[in-house]
Structures are given as C-alpha cells and as structure tokens.
C-alpha cells in the first residue's frame, strides 16, 4: 500500500513561514490500497489538497473519522469529490449508521458553510462499525478499532491488508490522569508488530503539567511505545500548530540520538506535508516487510 500524508498539523492549521517545511493542514493521510481502492484517514483541512489530486479518478471512497474534532472534519466542505454527482464517499465516524449525517459534518448546515449538507450531489453514506469492518473485508482489509484517550472519545485503526500492517492512533494520551480507557500496555499490544505506526507526538514535556488531559502524548512517550511494541517504522503526527520547523527538526536529531542501537523501529519519521510511504510485503523473504519513501 502507499501512504501519503496531505494534512500533519494538530488542532489547527498553522501556516506560515515557520512551518513551511513540515506543513500547516491538519489531519489527513491517503491510503491507496494493493486493491486499488482508496482509503482515507481523517478528513482535516489536508484533504482539499487530496481532493484535487484524485477528482479525476473514478474510484468509491471510504473515509475513517478518528473522531469528530475540528481538525479532523474540517476540510470536508472543500473535498471536490463531494460536489461530483453520484460519486460514492462512505464515512465511518464511530457514529452509529442511522445518526443524521449533518450531525457529523456540523459545519455543512447552511448556516456556518453556505452549501447544505442536504444539496451535495453526490452519493456520501455513514456506515456504523460493523457494516465498515464488513465493507472492508470485502476489499480485502482487516480492521481493528481501539477505543483512544481523547476528550469526546474517538477510535485508533489496525489496518492490515496482505500482511502489512498500518496503525494508525491520533489524538491519544498514552498516560492520561483520572479515568483511562485504554491503558498502555493494551496499546502495546494493539499497535504490536505494525511496519506503520502513525501516532499523536504533539507535547514536549516543557507543554506539561498543563496540557495534560488534553488527549495528546508526549514525543516521549511515543518513542517508547514504538520500542515496546517493536513496530518495524515510526511516523511521528499531529504536531502542535506552535512547533515550528526549526523545532520539529530538532526532534528529528533527538530520535536519531534515541533509537540509536535499538532493534526496533528501524526508521522514525517526523512527518510532514507530501510524505509518501510505500510499504509492502516481500515475496522472495517471507516475513520481511520493506518500506520505502517516494
Ligand atoms: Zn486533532
Ligand atoms: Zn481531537
């Protein structure tokens, strides 16, 4: 499969000259499938750009909502291929399938966007978890959701598809206070073995102790799960929209000087705006799993 990343911003967009390296959209990462089919992680101001480059293409479209945050729907009213009639975008938001579409995409009510959600021509569904589980399988995907740590809630993924293995987990706070819902050795577990694991690495510890609760991990933290899970590559996300490119670099040498001699993850990488990721399964080396960036 190939990734690639179109939104890596957290909370907010955050363009300017001090993040024109990494990027300013918020949350957005297009999957094409070995299948051939489209997947799509979150819909954040990024998927206008994603929008443009596939708008000629005629493929049914599956989007996976984390969750119902700001940054994470906030571009859909700015995706063409909603405004293309009878094409197919299915959502999976962690809604139930019978919830009012509109109650999910807020913003398309007429009022706070000028286009109702009611006008679109196209052919948007909401699927509930089952029938997305389902929808997938048919595709040829397993999927595994994680309940996150994240105020509101929302879901992780665990995409597999011909033995790659994609996690994704944006907006979790590994080491919440007060009342956890998945605690950590269950993310261990969950993201266990993935090539990919894309996680929330928005705080440093100077962001601490007041944002803790807000539902994002440390860079820290993140770095532990990957050894602890022994995923294969890391892909830090979710940047705070106040970490500047001159930060995010200095993150990068941190990792380089942390994961020096361990086994695992071969490669970290701090994302940004137009990153490409092809992983896949070797045929000649059962077991080995190469990734390469385009
Ligand atoms: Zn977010
Ligand atoms: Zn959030």
């Keep these: 499969m190939i990734l690639t990343f179109y939104g890596v911003r957290g909370s907010i967009p955050a363009?300017?000259?001090?993040?024109?390296?990494?990027?300013?959209?918020?949350?957005?990462?297009?999957?094409?499938?070995?299948?051939?089919?489209?997947?799509?992680?979150?819909?954040g101001t990024g998927?206008?750009?994603?929008?443009?480059?596939?708008?000629?293409?005629?493929?049914?479209?599956?989007?996976?909502?984390?969750?119902?945050?700001?940054?994470?729907?906030?571009?859909?009213?700015?995706?063409?291929?909603?405004?293309?009639?009878?094409?197919?975008?299915?959502?999976y938001s962690g809604a139930e399938a019978n919830d009012d579409l509109l109650s999910i995409l807020r913003q398309m009510d007429g009022a706070t966007f000028p286009v109702h959600a009611r006008q679109l021509p196209s052919r948007v569904s909401n699927v509930g978890h089952d029938a997305m589980v389902q929808r997938l399988q048919a595709k040829g995907v397993n999927i595994l959701t994680r309940a996150l740590n994240h105020p509101g809630g929302g879901q992780a993924f665990r995409i597999e598809e011909e033995g790659v293995v994609v996690a994704y987990v944006t907006d979790?706070?590994?080491?919440?206070?007060?009342?956890?819902?998945?605690?950590?050795?269950s993310w261990v577990e969950f993201c266990r073995g993935a090539d990919l694991l894309i996680h929330d690495a928005q705080y440093t510890e100077s962001d601490m102790p007041h944002k803790h609760g807000w539902g994002h991990s440390l860079i820290s933290q993140v770095r532990r799960l990957a050894v602890d899970a022994e995923?294969?590559?890391?892909?830090?996300?979710?940047?705070?929209?106040?970490?500047?490119?001159?930060?995010?670099?200095?993150?990068?040498?941190?990792?380089?000087?942390?994961?020096?001699?361990?086994?695992?993850?071969?490669r970290c990488i701090v994302s940004f705006e137009g990153l490409s990721l092809r992983i896949r399964a070797s045929d000649t080396d059962a077991g080995r799993h190469f990734l390469e960036v385009l």
């Design 172 to 185: 979790n706070e590994l080491d919440p206070p007060g009342t956890i819902t998945t605690r950590y050795e």
């Design 15 to 43: 363009p300017g000259p001090e993040t024109v390296k990494y990027g300013g959209n918020t949350s957005c990462i297009h999957i094409r499938l070995e299948s051939g089919s489209d997947l799509i992680l979150d819909s």
């Design 231 to 266: 995923v294969r590559n890391l892909v830090m996300f979710h940047h705070d929209p106040e970490r500047t490119d001159f930060e995010l670099e200095q993150v990068e040498r941190d990792n380089d000087a942390y994961f020096r001699g361990l086994r695992a993850p071969s």
């Design 47 to 91: 998927i206008r750009q994603l929008g443009r480059h596939i708008v000629n293409q005629d493929r049914d479209l599956f989007l996976l909502l984390s969750h119902r945050h700001w940054d994470h729907i906030q571009g859909f009213p700015f995706f063409l291929p909603v405004y293309q009639p009878g094409r197919k975008i299915c959502i």
